[in-house]
C-alpha cells in the first residue's frame, strides 16, 4: 500500500514570494506521483505529474516539483506566488504496475496574502 | 469537451433516508471513481468502475453502493445517512485504469445530512 504525508496543513505567504509546498511519500513499489490544486468550491485539478524521465516537472500556473528517489519526495515549488494561487493543494500517489487507487494527502492550504 | 458533471451541486437530507448522486464523464472517459471528501479524514477513495464493472471498493460501510452505466455514467448510493455522511462527494473520470491515466474531477455534491 501507498501513503502520501503533507508535512504542512498551512502555509501563509506573501504576494511574490517563493513557496515550497511539502510532500513525502511511502510505498515499497514505484510509483507515479500527482499534485492537485482545488480551489474554494470546486473539484480538484491537476497540476502536474511525474511518471518518468526527468526528475524536475513542470506544470500549469508556474508551478514545477522536483522528485527525489532516495528521500522519496516530491515537493512543489512556485518562484513567485501571487493571491489567486490561494487554494488547497493535494499531492497524491498511484503505483506505476497494475491495478491501484489513487491515494492523496491531507492537504496543504497555501494563504497568499498582499 | 465537456468536463466532468456531477448533480446534484447541493443537496440536504435528513437523517436515516437515503440519497443518490450521479456523474456523467468526459467523454470517451470509461473509468469513473468516487471519493468523498471531509475536514477531517481529507480524500477518500469510495470505489472504482470500468465499463460497469466494479474494480475496486474503498473502506466505506455497505450503505455506500454505486453502479456505472453502458453510457459511463456513474451513480452513487448512500442509504440510511448518518450525521458524519456529510461532505463533499468528489467524481473523477478517466480513458483507463492504469497508472499514468490522468483523473479529471467534477465540481463535487455537498452533501449535508442533519
Known amino acids: 500500500a501507498q501513503s502520501v504525508t503533507q508535512l504542512d496543513s498551512q502555509v501563509p505567504v506573501f504576494e511574490e514570494a517563493p513557496v515550497e509546498l511539502r510532500c513525502n511519500y511511502s510505498?515499497?513499489?514505484?510509483?507515479?506521483l500527482f499534485w492537485y490544486v482545488q480551489y474554494p468550491n470546486q473539484g480538484l485539478q491537476l497540476l502536474l505529474k511525474?511518471?518518468?524521465?526527468?526528475?524536475l516537472v513542470k506544470g500549469i500556473n508556474g508551478f514545477e516539483a522536483e522528485f527525489n528517489k532516495s528521500q522519496t519526495s516530491f515537493h512543489l515549488r512556485k518562484p513567485s506566488v501571487h493571491i489567486s494561487d490561494t487554494a488547497e493543494y493535494f499531492c497524491?500517489?498511484?503505483?506505476?504496475?497494475?491495478?491501484?487507487?489513487?491515494?492523496f494527502g491531507k492537504g496543504t492550504m497555501l494563504l497568499v496574502s498582499p | 469537451k465537456a468536463g466532468v458533471t456531477q448533480t446534484p451541486r447541493y443537496l440536504i437530507k435528513t437523517r436515516g433516508q437515503q440519497v443518490t448522486l450521479s456523474c456523467s464523464p468526459i467523454?470517451?472517459?470509461?473509468?469513473v471513481s468516487w471519493y468523498q471528501q471531509t475536514p477531517g479524514q481529507g480524500l477518500q477513495f469510495l470505489f472504482e468502475?470500468?465499463?460497469?464493472?466494479?474494480?475496486n471498493k474503498g473502506n466505506f460501510p455497505g450503505r455506500f453502493s454505486g453502479r456505472q452505466f453502458s453510457n459511463s455514467r456513474s451513480e452513487m448510493n448512500v442509504s440510511t445517512l448518518e450525521l458524519g455522511d456529510s461532505a463533499l462527494y468528489l467524481c473523477?473520470?478517466?480513458?483507463?485504469?492504469?497508472?499514468?491515466?490522468?483523473?479529471?474531477f467534477g465540481p463535487g455534491t455537498r452533501l449535508t445530512v442533519t
Open positions: 473523477a473520470s478517466s480513458l483507463a485504469w492504469t497508472g499514468e491515466s490522468e483523473q479529471y
Open positions: 510505498s515499497s513499489v514505484s510509483v507515479y
Open positions: 511525474y511518471l518518468s524521465g526527468s526528475t
Open positions: 497524491a500517489v498511484r503505483r506505476n504496475s497494475g491495478y491501484s487507487t489513487l491515494t
Open positions: 467523454s470517451g472517459h470509461r473509468s
Open positions: 468502475y470500468f465499463s460497469e464493472t466494479q474494480r
